[in-house]
């Protein structure tokens, strides 16, 4: 396919899970009305969902997942080693997601509790960037279709890979939503990086933080405002915790 | 001007009328927040009886019908070795229902600019020039403070403006569009009587402020403020969300943003709504940003909103809605921060 009379350069990308749902690979051969287009702009090489082939010449690998098991550790090492760019995909695999939940817990009690008699090999959850250098991470949970596309186009043409500074609260006001902690609930939307539209307080459900922080989030003032409006703290807290996007970040 | 009197049922068949003829909005109740107060919004109606005439204000104000948050402003097609570019301005002929005076001096203000201003926006003319707009007066809420700033009546910018006498609503009509309209509905001249009872209304709605800003001055003492520790004193609690400037009449900030279609045969030059707010806003190519405290961003968008700037004459263009302070989570609100400043001074 031409672009302005230029035959633009396939991007080589391979695709690789970890632990983690699949959800975030799957919307990449979501969205079948731009599908072909989509693929077009791509040879994919490696890519257990949609193709056989398993080569290992590719230019970006977007990962999915947390890393949860040694031989992750070793193969990831191992796609680092081969890739240009690197993307952590979804926030399994930029902030350890859901799955960090585990880390709250002795590992023997998880393994218990999960398998039962039958027990695993597993470690403690770590983020992407915690094992290998990130060049570039795509938030949420699961990730943006569209934001995934305009993110390939961008490195296809060449242009500045956007994604937004500012928080969800600007998206769901251009929604004209009615704001969710004016109806009593907990919204994270002040201090989370804006890009899905609002999905959450546009269904009337608080924001949990899938696309972790904004810039220059203002974690401070957004829980005083949580506690004048009557919250307790654990329950504050449970929620800054689901994704494990703020870890490290939100000072009391 | 031209003035008449409608009775309020005779008023609901006009207003039936031209909701069978045009796409039209009003406003109505969207939710209940957890203290119990009603949250409005402008909405498309299909009937009359769909409205809430009685409404307090809407969440969000009418900026966005004229200023959409997403606004293509032209669309480019690829082919192998050129390229077209497409530019849309037609808007259907729209009504708007309801506007209370502040909504329609705030879009006087944004005519001021975006019409008759060094740079006037075709879009916005289109969409302005389409929109039959009939204003509407009402007992201000609590914390209104248009009349601290001289907007609580309004003069211009409306096609048809509605003030309530008790049976029958007042009308003042402002365009010929309106005069067409109105001819085939049966209003009347307005009798001796029918100006008392305007006269009385206007006072009494006068009288019910509550909330006020004093602003003798204020251009001068936000220069003096300019390094004030007040400014850091609320802007330790903003979020820099954004939220009172989309909600704002009168804030019109944009960014541009061009984006190539994932088939690479077409692209998009769009026009969308952004605050000073907002923490990349100052931030230039190579990274600097001239506004890297959330202090000195909550402080600019006080400046233009009551010191102005060049492109608005220099006059303040905050018309006292109090929408930004309602739906501020941060409880910052033009009232407290600026009597704050008037205390510094
Ligand atoms: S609902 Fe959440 S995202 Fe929306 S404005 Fe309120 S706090 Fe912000
Ligand atoms: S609203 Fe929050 S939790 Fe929901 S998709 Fe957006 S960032 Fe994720
Ligand atoms: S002043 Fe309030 S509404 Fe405006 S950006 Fe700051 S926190 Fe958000
Ligand atoms: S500022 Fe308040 S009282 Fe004044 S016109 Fe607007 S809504 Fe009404
Ligand atoms: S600054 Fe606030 S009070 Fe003034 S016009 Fe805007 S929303 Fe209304």
Redesign the interface.
Known sequence: ?????ID?QKVKIGVFDFTGCEGCELQLANKEE?LL??LS?LEVVNFREISSDSSQDYDIALVEGSISRKDEIERLTDIRARAKVLVAMGACACFGGVNYLKNQYPLKDVVKEVYGMHSVETSKVKRIADVVKVDLNIPGCPVSKSEV??I??SI??G?EVKIP???V??EC??N?N??V????KICL???TRAGCGAVCPTGKAGCLGCRGP?????Y???R??LREKGHCESEIEQKLCFYNAFNGSTEK | MIYKVITKNEFKKFINGLIGENQTFGPKQ??R???GKA?Y?FMEVSSFDEMDLNYTVT??SVK?FFLP??EELSHFK?S??D?EQAVEYRVNPRVIVGARPCDINALAILDKILMRGAFPSPYYIARRKNTFLIGMDHEPPEDCFCKSLGHDTVHRGFNLFCEDIGEQYYLTINSSKAFVFLKNVKAGKPTKKDDVKLIERRKLLRESFQARVEVAGLSSVLDIEFKSPVWKKWG????????CA??CPTCYCYGIEE???????SSRKERV?Y?CN???FAQVAGGHNFRPL?EDRLKYRFYHHYRGFAENADDPICVGCNRCGR?C???INPREVISDLQMEG
């Open positions: 396919m031409k672009y302005l009379g633009p731009s287009e989509f702009l596309e305009s390939i186009v296809v043409v242009a500074k500012y928080p609260c600007v006001k251009q004209v009615t704001c902690v004016d109806l009593g939307g002040p201090i904004a810039e220059d989030a203002n401070g003032s957004l005083e405002i | 969207v939710d927040r957890a203290d949250v919004q969440y969000s966005n948050f997403k690829f192998d070795n390229w330790d609690k903003c979020l820099n969300c954004g939220s989309m909600v984006t190539i279609d994932v088939g690479m045969k709504q605050s907002l923490v990349d959330k739906a989570l941060a409880g």
